[in-house]
C-alpha cells in the first residue's frame, strides 16, 4: 500500500464542500482542514504508484474549488497504534 500526503490549496469560502467532496473518492482515507499555508490535508493509500496519478491530478485537481496541490509520498509508516497491536498478539482482554 502506498500513502501519499496531499497538501491542498482551496478556494477559503468553498473549504467545507471541497473537503466532503475529496472524502467521497475511493482512495481517499481521510481529509483534514487546517491552519496555515494550505487548507485541506488528505490522506490517499493506493495499491500502485501509477494510481497516485489517477487520483490526485485525475480527480483531486479536478474538484471545483482546488487550486494547488502538493503531494508528498510515504516511504515508510510508523503508527503507534500498529505497535499496540502487535505487542497485544495472543494476550486474552
Known sequence: MITAIVLIKTSVDRIPEIAEAIAALDSVSEV???????????????????????????????????????THVAFRTYSQHDLEAAFNIGLDA
Open 32 to 70: 483534514f482542514s487546517v491552519t496555515g499555508t494550505y487548507d485541506l490535508i488528505a490522506m490517499v493509500r493506493v495499491a500502485r504508484h501509477d494510481d497516485l496519478a489517477d487520483v490526485i491530478p485525475g480527480r483531486i485537481s479536478k474538484i471545483p474549488g482546488v487550486e494547488a496541490t502538493d
